[in-house]
């Protein structure tokens, strides 16, 4: 780890990006309980009103809070806005899942994590729909906080979280977690080759925090995916002693500047 991220609390800095998560999804709700309004990027994904304001909020609060990292943002990248970054960066999808946003079926987070020399040691998945929060900050530091729907925006239900921990896959078989709206022919080929109990699908990043909290074992991805839209969830199964690793167990690395920002396929697992 550089130099300069010895000198962060990450203890400390993850408490705010938790409350800066939670105003973000107040922003997103307000959007998600009224009209939808939806718009096409160049890319041809899907954009509402909710990622904007909920990038606006986080890029405001981690200004100030951390003034001196410098932020690759996807709404911001996506109008070309990519500050040069060195050893140390963040992260920010306001809301990841938008095709879940716009469907209502809840499974959409707000994703921010913290790269320190291309790993992701601090990260925060808040699911405002489904009063979930999932946090780490390095290796047996990943927990599950309680959110209160009725709380304000800067406050969690009594301050309670539960550590996580990947568990140890049954004999038996595999849980197999997966898009709910991107699932290749690659992936299926690829399960051909394990024993699968059961199959849970998910959307966004809660993929990875299923993975974290012993709900299921493997989430093998042969799909477009961008930094922003990994960095959070890798943070909390990495914390919980799980892996993300490239399809041939390369190391999963972040900051890949000269791929603007993409991602290889990928495999996470417990």
Not at 3 to 29: F, Q, V, Y
Not at 103 to 117: K, M, P, Q, S
Request: hydrophobic share 40%; aromatic share 8%.
């Amino acid at each position: 780890m550089s130099n300069a991220a010895h000198s962060l609390d990450m203890e400390a800095l993850t408490d705010g990006l938790k409350r800066i998560a939670l105003l973000a999804g107040k922003e997103i709700m307000d959007v998600y309980d009224g009209e939808i309004t939806v718009e096409m990027k160049d890319d041809k994904s899907p954009v509402t009103e909710a990622d904007a304001r909920g990038e606006a909020i986080i890029l405001q609060e981690l200004g100030a809070l951390a003034p001196e990292i410098p932020i690759i943002a996807e709404e911001a990248a996506s109008a070309g806005d990519l500050p040069e970054i060195g050893n140390i960066f963040f992260l920010v999808d306001p809301l990841d899942g938008t095709k879940e946003f716009i469907n209502r079926n809840g499974e959409f987070t707000v994703n921010i994590a913290l790269i320190v020399d291309g790993v992701p040691e601090a990260g925060v998945v808040y699911a405002p729909a489904l009063s979930r929060m999932f946090c780490a900050y390095g290796p047996g530091h990943a927990f599950e906080c309680q959110v209160s729907p009725e709380s304000q925006p800067n406050t969690l239900k009594d301050g309670r979280s539960k550590s996580l921990r990947v568990r140890k896959p049954d004999p038996d078989g595999l849980i197999v977690v997966a898009s709910r709206s991107h699932r290749s022919p690659e992936t299926e080929a690829y399960l051909e080759d394990f024993t699968v109990k059961d199959f849970v699908a998910a959307g966004s990043s809660l993929k990875f925090c299923l993975l974290a909290a012993g709900e299921a074992d493997l989430y093998p991805r042969h799909g477009r995916t961008m930094e922003w839209d990994t960095g959070a969830g890798h943070a909390v199964l990495r914390g919980a002693g799980g892996a993300v690793t490239g399809l041939d167990g390369t190391p999963f690395v972040y900051g890949k500047r000269e791929d603007g920002f993409a991602n290889p396929f990928f495999i996470a697992k417990a």
